[in-house]
């Protein structure tokens, strides 16, 4: 199954905001080719992109942008927002942004043309669940994408999907059209609060949703302590079981 890197795997062994950058060089002899890197880990916007998207070119990695955002907010498109994050990501030479979809109620022909326009820009749009959205609204923004020529794929967050209490296998079969990446990560209530846990270690049924999905990307997506490389591929390594 294809891998990748999503750097939320370094929270406990490198402060916040991180320098992301600085860890490519040891990913990419690791095997890594794709890395997805956290908009809320880095410090000054302004000065360390460039920095970043050097530092990837000489590595030979390919970054995805993961932005702590949405596309919707009060059923409306938020291209002011988008623009900054669109920007950001054409200086990062980043393949993607991602969000999630927030208060998506349908797309207007110009909220259309405005995100074909991104595409255009090179920049392919990935839609996360959060931990409020339904298969439903996510089904229904890439339909609407899909039918509009706009290039969108999903990124399947299994654990956001406990939080919102959904059939994750069933879900999967509902958006595998979609599913570009997935993003590996466990729930299970501790002392009375639901909590992010290693995969396996939970209530999802995690193999069945991953053998549905097997076609796309797959990264773990909870810290994974220190040494987070070796144990990140350690985590990685479950998936061989459905090899």
Not at 22 to 47: A, C, H, M, P, V
Not at 190 to 197: E, H, Q
Not at 221 to 238: F, Q, T, V, W
Request: glycine fraction near 8%; hydrophobic fraction near 40%.
């Amino acid at each position: 199954m294809k891998t990748y890197v999503n750097t939320f795997i370094f929270n406990e062994e490198y402060s916040i905001p991180m320098r992301q950058e600085t860890l490519f060089d040891e990913l990419r002899r690791k095997g890594f080719e794709e890395i997805e890197i956290r908009r809320e880990y880095i410090g000054n916007k302004q000065s360390e992109l460039p920095i970043i998207a050097q530092k990837a070119r000489e590595a030979g990695v390919v970054l995805y942008y993961a932005i702590v955002d949405t596309y919707y907010k009060d059923g409306i498109l938020d291209r002011d927002i988008i623009d900054v994050y669109v920007e950001e990501a054409v200086t990062l030479g980043a393949k993607t942004i991602k969000l999630m979809p927030g208060d998506y109620r349908g797309m207007s022909s110009e909220e259309a043309d405005y995100l074909r326009g991104i595409n255009k820009l090179g920049v392919r749009l990935l839609l996360e669940n959060g931990q409020k959205s339904t298969p439903e609204q996510m089904r229904a923004f890439a339909s609407e994408c899909e039918a509009e020529g706009i290039a969108l794929g999903i990124t399947f967050d299994l654990g956001n999907w406990v939080w919102s209490g959904q059939d994750i296998p069933r879900v999967a079969e509902l958006l595998k059209p979609w599913v570009k990446s997935v993003h590996l990560k466990d729930g299970a209530e501790i002392d009375g609060v639901l909590k992010v846990v290693p995969i396996g270690e939970g209530v999802t049924d995690w193999m069945a949703a991953a053998e549905i999905l097997r076609d796309a990307s797959f990264a773990i997506e909870y810290s994974c302590g220190s040494p987070a490389i070796e144990n990140m591929i350690k985590e990685l390594d479950k998936l061989n079981s459905l090899s």
